[in-house]
T-cell receptor, first 111, second 116 residues
Framework: KAGVTQTPRYLIKTRGQQVTLSCSPI?????VSWYQQTPGQGLQFLFE???????NKGNFPGRFSGRQFSNSRSEMNVSTLELGDSALYLC??????????FGPGTRLTVT | KQEVTQIPAALSVPEGENLVLNCSFT??????LQWFRQDPGKGLTSLLL?????REQTSGRLNASLDKSSGRSTLYIAASQPGDSATYLC???????????????FGKGITLSVRP
């Protein structure tokens, strides 16, 4: 079974721009969660989607949004990028017993 | 609010040593606890998952234990090797009457260096 895939792997954007990241979960998994990882804050939960509905949301501003498609693939969007949005963005799909499987991440650099 | 703590933040040991990594959490109402490994700049690799009803799980040289009542988990690594050098993170999922959700609360991780 293929693992969780994320595209692109690296992105460089300028302040004020917007960005869209993509995540394909493991086949058969219907839940996708997104996390932001920074050296200072560690791993922080952004949101979770299940069957195309946002089921859970972390404490991030409205500039961070997401969606899930009928094939369970998910995208997250960050609008009006700030320098502090530079981070590794990880997505995870949920398997048996709520075990989480993570993708390789997208490294976003905002200049 | 659930808080997960991993101390120390970094650890350096000689090859061959058996070691224990600690994780503590403040809210014992967890659904499960998961240990991950992260290599620099990479995603997270799941090592072990312990359901709240279990006491321990084993995989090869790794053994994880869970004491829900005291809010503690340990990851035991036997006969450490340089290839074990990585950051180890523990994370918990909150339990609920209606089941769990998929939100993980992470510790900050322990960066392990195994010296040849």
């Amino acid at each position: 079974k293929a693992g969780v895939t994320q595209t692109p792997r690296y992105l460089i954007k300028t302040r004020g721009q917007q960005v869209t990241l993509s995540c394909s979960p493991i086949s058969g998994h219907r839940s996708v969660s997104w996390y932001q990882q920074t050296p200072g804050q560690g791993l922080q939960f952004l949101f979770e989607y299940f069957s195309e509905t946002q089921r859970n949301k972390g404490n991030f501003p409205g500039r961070f949004s997401g969606r899930q498609f009928s094939n369970s693939r998910s995208e997250m969007n960050v609008s009006t990028l700030e320098l502090g949005d530079s981070a590794l963005y990880l997505c995870a799909s949920t398997g048996q017993g709520y075990e989480q499987y993570f993708g390789p991440g997208t490294r976003l650099t905002v200049t | 609010k659930q808080e997960v703590t991993q101390i120390p933040a970094a650890l350096s040991v000689p090859e061959g040593e058996n070691l224990v990594l600690n994780c503590s959490f403040t809210d014992s109402a967890i659904y499960n606890l998961q240990w991950f490994r992260q290599d620099p700049g990479k995603g997270l690799t799941s090592l072990l998952l312990i359901q709240s009803s279990q006491r321990e799980q084993t995989s090869g040289r790794l053994n994880a234990s869970l004491d829900k009542s005291s809010g503690r988990s340990t990851l035991y690594i036997a006969a450490s090797q340089p290839g074990d050098s990585a950051t180890y993170l523990c994370a918990v999922i909150k339990g609920a009457v209606t089941g769990a959700n998929s939100k993980l609360t992470f510790g900050k991780g322990i960066t392990l260096s195994v010296r040849p």
